[in-house]
């Protein structure tokens, strides 16, 4: 049994889509940290995305935890010539495309990016990957909210806009649990 407990990196404060571009996290709530700390397992692999905010967040929580490379390939979803922009103008330059993305999850990309469905095309060898090489290990995956939303897709059964009903607050637990082949959601958005 592997079980995943997929964090969300610390918050960025950006008011616009952050896919790719690499901002850093706010990580001053000691406080908040320290619970999220105490309610993840040790002994634990700790892999992030290689994006600072992700990189950062898993700096902080590696006492009694072993840190793997990072993954590219749980980078959030690369919003291409969205990113940097924020909701209201990207509403404003693609509203049919925009209102797509967010209604129609799959195979809609804003321009240049990248779909759900690429995403989750992304992440999803390399998740199979650990599962193989750490088939009973604990793994704090430190990554971003469109990630962890497509392996709550691929746990739970429901569709990618099913799936965007839950809530992925920043320095969150999702854990999800795979074992002999099959998955299962046990905790989404925790908040310690």
Do not use: C
């Amino acid at each position: 049994m592997t079980v995943w407990h997929w964090v969300r990196h610390g918050p960025t404060h950006e008011k616009a889509f952050v896919g790719w571009r690499d901002v850093p996290a706010d990580l001053s709530d000691t406080a908040v940290i320290a619970r999220l700390d105490a309610a993840l397992p040790r002994p634990a692999l700790v892999v992030s995305s290689d994006l600072i905010r992700a990189r950062a967040t898993a700096d902080v929580l590696m006492q009694g935890r072993q840190r793997l490379a990072d993954a590219p390939d749980i980078r959030e979803f690369d919003f291409g010539d969205w990113d940097g922009l924020h909701f209201t103008q990207v509403s404003e330059r693609d509203p049919a495309l925009s209102r797509r993305y967010w209604e129609e999850p799959g195979d809609v990309a804003p321009p240049n990016g990248e779909s759900w469905n690429a995403a989750a095309a992304r992440a999803a060898p390399f998740v199979d990957r650990m599962n193989r090489a750490h088939p009973e290990a604990h793994i704090v995956a430190v990554a971003h909210f469109g990630i962890i939303m497509t392996q709550i897709e691929r746990a739970s059964g429901l569709s990618a806009y099913e799936v965007l009903g839950h809530r992925i607050d920043n320095l969150s637990i999702t854990r999800l649990v795979h074992e002999a082949g099959e998955w299962r959601v046990e905790a989404i958005n925790h908040q310690p």
